[in-house]
């Protein structure tokens, strides 16, 4: 039984790693990279939908990034949801394709992006601390109910802790690599 819920925490600990790699990926660094707007909402016909579900997005240049709807009635929403989302880069529509042009990072925009990093490491680091504090709440009610010993109990807990301290440790280093990425001029 704690073998199931200590396999449960690791990989919901991956999880939370990998959305906030996803998140950080989206933060905009001066460089143009598709993952930069891949998971913009578009509202299209009574839905919404990412980008990268409806259009293909591409970086034929180190600054400027392509977005080819595969529908060209997109192409008015996919230009709203851009303008709404929080990059603050200016679409241009042609009748076909979306340019959009990364411009050179200005100093206080990198300093809030570098804020904005901060922020989202912190909620990943919560994120695993409570999967941890979760897991440890299982662990004691199995120990309440006698259904392991104190011991296994402690021992428990003990992974547990390293398996957290290992997963804050790749957080950080993912927030760090950002932040580098980010003040990088």
């Not at 240049?61 to 996919?78: H, K, N, S, T, Y």
């Not at 912190?122 to 309440?144: Q, S, T, W, Y």
Request: glycine share 4%.
């Amino acid at each position: 039984m704690i073998d199931e819920t200590i396999a449960s925490a690791e990989h919901r600990m991956k999880t939370a790693v990998a959305v906030l790699q996803r998140e950080l990926d989206a933060v905009r660094t001066g460089h143009a990279r598709p993952s930069l707007v891949e998971q913009i909402k578009v509202d299209y016909y009574d839905s919404t939908l990412p980008l990268n579900q409806l259009a293909t997005i591409s970086a034929p240049e180190a600054r400027l990034l392509v977005i080819q709807p595969w529908d060209r009635q997109a192409l008015g929403a996919i230009e709203k949801a851009i303008q709404k989302s929080d990059l603050g880069l200016n679409p241009i529509n042609d009748g076909h394709t979306i340019r959009l042009a990364i411009p050179q990072l200005t100093e206080d925009r990198r300093k809030e992006l570098v804020k904005s990093v901060h922020k989202k490491v912190e909620e990943g680091r919560v994120a695993v601390r409570n999967v941890r504090r979760h897991c440890i709440d299982e662990i004691r009610l199995l120990d309440k109910e006698k259904k392991v010993s104190e011991d296994d109990d402690h021992r428990a807990q003990e992974q547990l802790q390293k398996l957290t301290d290992r997963f804050i440790e790749e957080i950080d280093k993912l927030g760090k690599q950002k932040e580098a990425e980010l003040l990088e001029v």
